[in-house]
């Protein structure tokens, strides 16, 4: 939109300095007159120029010194996020470390618990398949099976 305002004041100041210059080379005066107008209005037009120039600059530094704050406040919410998400991941990534510690020592546990179980099992069939055979006279007591 500034861009607009500068073209348009440009354009209206090189319109009127053609106007008067049309105006002046048409006018019924004489040659110093018209000498004295043309510098007066390459004068006005020179200081109008120079006024334009001051508002494009200063509106110029404007926008880059909003331009500077935004991309400042945008990198700083963009390296935030990034922290946050980091630090976030690194909590998730800790909590899953943790749990399949947990999860492999109650396999541990129970594997164990369950070869104990099997073992007395295995033990206690064993005796009852030899208690038996020695009632039944297949073996000879303190005899052992093969």
């Known amino acids: 939109m ?7 004041l440009v354009g209206l100041l090189v ?8 105006a002046l080379l048409y006018a019924p005066q004489s040659g110093e007159e018209t000498r004295e107008t ?3 209005k390459t004068d006005e037009l020179k200081d109008g120029a120079t006024d334009v120039y001051g508002q494009v600059k200063d509106q ?8 500077k704050d935004s991309t400042t406040t945008l990198a ?4 935030d996020s990034a922290s946050t998400v980091a630090s976030k991941l690194s909590e998730t990534v800790g909590k899953v470390r943790e749990d399949v510690k947990e999860g492999a020592s109650a396999i541990r546990s129970t594997a164990a618990s ?23 006279g297949l073996l000879n007591p303190g005899e052992t099976a093969a």
């Open 15 to 22: 319109g009127s300095a053609l106007g008067a210059a049309l």
């Open 38 to 40: 043309i510098k007066k």
């Open 60 to 67: 110029t530094a404007t926008i880059a010194s909003q331009l």
């Open 76 to 79: 700083s919410n963009v390296k």
């Open 114 to 136: 369950e070869a104990d179980s099997l073992s007395q099992v295995a033990k206690d069939e064993a005796e009852k398949v030899k208690s038996a055979t020695e009632s039944k």
């Open 2 to 8: 500034a861009d607009n305002k500068g073209d348009f």
